[in-house]
Each structure stands twice: as structure tokens, then as C-alpha cells.
């Protein structure tokens, strides 16, 4: 994460950790990117690379959060392509979340991204747009253009 919470880059590396590329700016395409959270990372045996994270921001005047994926087709010179995952807003500060989304706004440690044997990336999110925290789930298929 970038300081502040205010973005997310990435660098590489393909000498084992002895020297690493500029940090290149991840989450560019999803526009404006304010208190980025909990971002995950899955590289799959075709090299391509899949990060998604937490952007929390105002919404309709209260504090709610939107899941992405951004996407590199080229081992992570460039993230061409943003994703929002859900088709709405998670806003935690409810009655049937309790105290819950106070400690832990993006729901406590249930997210994860990773490839599964079915060469897809799989995410879960926690996320609270029904009012309680419930895990949700997206199988992403990326094809090279």
C-alpha cells in the first residue's frame, strides 16, 4: 500500500529479491482511490498477476467500501484493466453488523485471493450490503489481448 492508505503499487523482481522494478501504480484504473485496505495478490503458472483490495470512501454520506481486481497479462509492467467485483457498495455501520464493522471495516480477516486448479482466480470478500457481513465469492477466467 501506498502511504496514507491513498493507493496501491506494485514492484517485481526477477533475480530473487536482489533488485526490484519503480513501484508502478495498481489501482490507477478504478479512478480515484481513497483508504485502500487488505490487498491480495495470485500469480498463476502463465504469469499473469491478479490484485484485489478494499477502496473505502464516502458514500451517500456514510463509510462503505467497494471490492476490486486489477489484472497483468505482462508479469506486472502494467495494470491496464480495473474490475469492481460487487454490483454494489458494502456499507458495514449497520444494526446487524454490532460493533463489528467499528474494529473491522472490511469485515475481519475473510478475504483471499488465489488460482485455483481450474487456472482461474478465485476471490472472497466479506462484504455487507444486505446489512450483515456475509462471504462472498467470484471465479475470474483472464485472458491475454
Known sequence: MRPGFDGLSLSTSDDAGETWTEPLRVDAAAGESVDVRTPMIAV???????????????????????????????????FPETLRVADAPSCPETPGNGRVAQSWAMGGDYSSLAVGEDGRFHLLWADSRSGVFQIHHTALTIVAK
Open 44 to 78: 498463476d503458472g502463465a504469469g499473469r498477476i491478479a490484485v484485489a483490495w478494499y477502496a473505502r470512501r464516502q458514500i451517500e454520506g456514510r463509510n462503505c467500501q467497494e471490492t476490486f481486481v486489477a489484472v497483468s497479462v505482462d508479469g506486472g509492467a502494467s
